[in-house]
């Protein structure tokens, strides 16, 4: 039934989260992927076709594998090449935030609300690139940053400057 469909999809997730965690190259997690997670793949697109003769089409489980079975060629493309993702989970993520506040953006009051709300989601989205904490950064420039700053003086507070200012700090300590 559904349950071993399920569970070979699990296994094959499972394979790749191992490669992922030890942080493989591409040609390793294409070595990987061809010898363990090919072989479950096989048995899952059987599955999927012999499962598929006992559902109705129109059917939620009847599109699921009619779904799953259009984008077999895509999925067996990523079990060929190491390079890439088996799913969309990693840029779905990063766009979440932004999304999120889709509607929210809408209702901004002015072009100029919204390009400060943009230039805030960049500072927030620098700070989680360059791992700071976004509290204690905007405090900081808060902080530092003189009333009629010019240019080159808020240049200098960036995100990633402040991140390697902080680091050059602690490697001198």
Request: proline residues 6%; aromatic residues 8%; glycine residues 2%.
């Amino acid at each position: 039934m559904v349950l071993p469909i399920l569970k070979t999809i699990q296994e094959i997730y499972f394979i790749e989260k191992q490669v992922r965690w030890a942080n493989a190259p591409p040609q390793c997690r294409e070595l990987v992927r061809r010898a363990c997670a090919r072989p479950l793949a096989d048995v899952l697109y059987q599955t999927i076709l012999a499962e598929r003769t006992a559902h109705l089409p129109k059917s939620k489980l009847g599109e699921a594998l009619n779904y799953a079975l259009n984008q077999w060629e895509q999925f067996s493309l990523c079990l060929e090449d190491g390079r890439l993702e088996l799913d969309t989970n990693f840029v779905e993520n990063a766009i979440r935030p932004a999304k999120l506040g889709l509607k929210n953006y809408l209702f901004m009051g002015s072009l100029e609300a919204g390009a400060t709300s943009a230039l805030f989601y960049t500072l927030l989205a620098n700070c989680k690139v360059h791992d700071l904490d976004p509290e204690i950064y905007l405090a900081e420039v808060i902080r530092r940053l003189p009333a009629n700053a010019t240019p080159e003086q808020a240049a200098a507070l960036t995100p990633a400057r402040f991140a390697s200012d902080l680091r050059a700090a602690r490697e001198a300590a």
